[in-house]
């Protein structure tokens, strides 16, 4: 009779413990797509985007939610408790804030004019770096984009650039009644024209000799005075 009795009481509390167990599965795996889990494993409802959880739901009392305050945002229904924090756009980093942040959406950040993209999160620029400078001596291949760097290029023998952006060829001095008065360089021209030295040496010769005439008036006064 004892036996049997005790027999008894254990199937009972068999039969409980896993009645209990299947029901708290059965709760978290029937739960709505428009419902969470709560941590008591009730199926409760969402919070609309803009909100997180303020209390969950009971068997009496639907789910109390709160607004996310300024600076943050969630974006999708949810059981959450914390709203995300919005992304800073920091001009340090190549960015500038394309669309600010609200309670249901991030702020999208861009990239900065004269700047490319170095790392992404999700298809979204976190930082960007500024475009390479082609230096004299060479010029600019492919312009950069916000997703790539400028490409330089050495300029070819016989071509310069003294800003970096164009090659030009050396002038042809010959060609232009010219003399050359040095070799070119990559970044430097090779020609200084002839017709600045016939100036100069033309000038030179007319104060010249009109030192000498003004120095013959003057002697001729002294002459006449004596």
């Known amino acids: 009779g004892k036996v049997s009795h005790w027999i008894l009481q254990v199937q ?27 941590a008591y494993g009730e199926c409760c409802p969402m919070c609309n985007p803009g909100s ?3 209390s969950d739901c009971s068997e009496d009392v639907s789910t109390t939610c709160k607004p996310c305050p300024p600076g943050t945002f969630v974006s999708e229904p949810n059981g959450l408790h914390l709203c995300f924090t919005c992304k800073h756009c920091a001009e340090s980093q190549g960015l500038y804030s394309q669309s600010k942040c609200t ?11 004269g700047y ?11 930082h960007a770096q500024k475009h390479r400078v082609c230096r004299p001596g060479q010029e600019t291949k ?17 071509f310069y650039s003294p800003s970096g952006l164009n090659c030009t060829k050396w002038t042809d001095c010959a060609a232009r009644n010219e ?12 020609s200084k024209p ?8 033309v000038a030179a010769a007319f104060c010249h000799f009109t030192y000498i005439d003004e120095l013959l008036k003057m002697c001729y006064y002294i002459t006449l005075c004596g």
């Open 12 to 38: 009972c509390c068999l039969f409980c413990v896993f009645t209990g167990f299947y029901h708290f599965l059965s709760i978290g795996s029937t739960c709505s797509p428009n419902e969470y889990t709560s």
């Open 52 to 54: 997180v959880v303020h």
């Open 103 to 113: 309670t249901i959406k991030n702020t999208i950040c861009d990239v900065l004019d």
């Open 116 to 126: 490319y993209c170095i790392d992404y999160s999700n298809a979204l620029c976190r």
């Open 142 to 158: 492919t312009p950069g984009t916000k997703t790539s760097d400028t490409e330089c290029v050495d300029c070819a023998p016989g």
């Open 179 to 190: 003399i050359q008065t040095e070799g070119g360089t990559s970044f430097v021209a090779k």
């Open 194 to 201: 002839f017709f600045f030295f016939f100036f100069f040496f």
